[in-house]
């Protein structure tokens, strides 16, 4: 079944150890991104990334790096995780960037805990 | 910045009763996404508005776009259990790459 696919669903993690969430997505899209949904919050933009080879900063970038070396893999990274970072994240694509009235396709979540 | 303000932010009511969501801001968009999440998944598009005072339909939910392309709602009509979830609203300007989502509305619909 086409669609994103996130690993791990969940995780547990000491603070100050690093943590690579993956991304893999089979339609092809242009862009992909990276939000994390925390109660009251909503969802916030960490990085997205228009095409292979890009990649911007969203509205809460600080402690987080990703990368995009081809067009279906987008993982994103904690190099040092603090408890702040303990939140739902949501890996989305979109056939092109967003701005261009393109949808949203999202993962089912990655749930990381940082004790 | 862009902001989209959504209200009510929580929203309990029974099967077979109407309701309203509002979905505000002081920016123009150039076309504006619906999305449902259920627990445990991720937003699911519903519909996209593009045209100032368009109106869409999807079963028993309507959707519509003010007609300065500032404003949207949704109304569910007969809300039934499988309704429920969050309900999340993006807006879209080609000025941007990326949307802009509000916080959402979170609809429970008991039986």
């Known amino acids: 079944i086409a669609g994103i696919t996130q690993a791990p669903t969940s995780q547990i993690l000491a603070a100050g150890r690093r943590m690579t969430l993956r991304c893999t997505q089979d339609?092809?899209?242009?862009?992909m991104y990276w939000y994390r949904q925390d109660l009251g919050l909503g969802l916030r933009l960490i990085h997205y990334?228009?095409?292979?080879?890009?990649?911007g900063k969203g509205e809460v970038p600080d402690g987080y790096s990703v990368s995009r070396a081809n067009t279906d893999d987008f993982p994103l990274t904690l190099a040092s995780a603090v408890p702040s970072q303990t939140s739902v994240y949501f890996c989305?694509?979109?056939?092109?960037?967003?701005?261009?009235?393109?949808?949203?396709?999202f993962g089912n979540g990655t749930r990381l805990t940082v004790t | 910045t862009q902001l989209l303000e959504q209200s009510p932010q929580f929203l309990s009511i029974q099967e077979g009763e109407n309701l309203t969501v509002y979905c505000n801001s002081s920016?123009?968009?150039?076309?504006l996404q619906w999305y449902r999440q259920e627990p445990g998944e991720g937003p699911v598009l519903l519909v996209t508005?593009?045209?100032?005072?368009e109106v869409k339909k999807l079963k028993r939910l309507t959707f519509q776009f003010g007609d300065a392309r500032k404003d949207s709602s949704l109304h569910i009509t007969a809300a039934q259990p499988g309704d429920t979830g969050l309900y999340l609203c993006?807006?879209?300007?080609?000025?941007?790459?990326?949307?802009?989502f509000g916080k959402g509305t979170m609809l429970l619909v008991s039986p």
């Open positions: 993006a807006g879209a300007n080609s000025g941007y790459s990326t949307l802009t």
């Open positions: 508005v593009v045209t100032g005072g």
């Open positions: 920016s123009v968009f150039s076309s």
């Open positions: 339609m092809r899209h242009n862009a």
């Open positions: 989305a694509s979109s056939a092109q960037p967003t701005g261009v009235n393109s949808p949203l396709h």
């Open positions: 990334s228009n095409t292979a080879g890009t990649t």
